[in-house]
């Protein structure tokens, strides 16, 4: 157990449609990532939030937008959805936010199926 | 093209056995990192190698960094079923402006009894 929640487990919608993901950090870490894991692109950097405020932004579509409340927990919203939308989406945290020396601990992920 | 690439994409070995898999980059990486991920699950991470030529080791699992900070490698001794999963390389970018992590597509092992 990582220490980092994700909710829900599973979610199926139908395209078109809005989804949110939520994301509850580990006890005192303050940085939240977001990544996208599908079959063809594996896993992908979207977004990630340090305190509050966005820090660094990836391969993350316009459709799609995050962001962290005050007691650090972390939304992601994604919009007009799309059959090539579905995938894992993980969360992960950091203490201090810095990616290339900063442990990041990984959520066990939200599936979505996009029909 | 794939930032990092890892090779072979699939490896099912026997117990016993060793084992490379590799990640390689024509960019230069402040840090990599190797990440085990089971079904299911979020990857965990194994090791972070951040000097070149840097060498760790892991029980069975030695990990070495390239002495450009390019590629990294990792090997298993004597491989056993627990070792079955997806192996993930990732790192952040030499002077790259975000701090996500970049991925390889990892290598799919499987060890069979």
């Known amino acids: 157990d990582s220490g980092v929640t994700q909710t829900p487990k599973h979610l199926i919608t139908a395209t078109g449609q809005r989804v949110t993901l939520r994301c509850s950090p580990r006890s005192g870490d303050l940085s939240v990532y977001w990544y996208q894991q599908s079959l063809d692109q594996g896993l992908q950097f979207l977004i990630q939030y340090y305190n509050g405020e966005e820090r660094a932004k990836g391969n993350i579509l316009e459709r799609f937008s995050a962001q962290q409340f005050p007691d650090l927990h972390s939304e992601l919203n994604l919009s007009s959805l799309e059959l090539g939308d579905s995938a894992l989406y993980f969360c992960?945290?950091?203490?201090?936010?810095?990616?290339?020396?900063?442990?990041?601990?990984f959520g066990p992920g939200t599936r979505l199926t996009v029909l | 093209t794939q930032l990092l690439e890892q090779s072979p994409q699939f490896l099912s070995i026997q117990e016993g056995e060793n084992l490379t898999v590799y990640c390689n980059s024509s960019?230069?990486?402040?840090?990599l990192q190797w990440y085990r991920q089971e079904p299911g699950e979020g990857p965990v991470l194994l090791v972070t190698?951040?000097?070149g030529g840097e060498v760790k080791k892991l029980k069975r699992l030695t990990f070495q960094f390239g002495d450009a900070r390019k590629d990294s490698s990792l090997h298993i001794t004597a491989a056993q079923p627990g070792d079955t999963g997806l192996y993930l390389c990732?790192?952040?970018?030499w002077g790259g402006g975000a701090d996500g992590l970049t991925f390889g597509k990892g290598t799919h092992l499987i060890i069979q009894p």
């Open positions: 990732a790192g952040v970018e």
């Open positions: 190698v951040v000097t």
């Open positions: 960019s230069v990486f402040s840090s």
């Open positions: 992960a945290s950091s203490a201090k936010g810095r990616g290339s020396t900063d442990t990041q601990y």
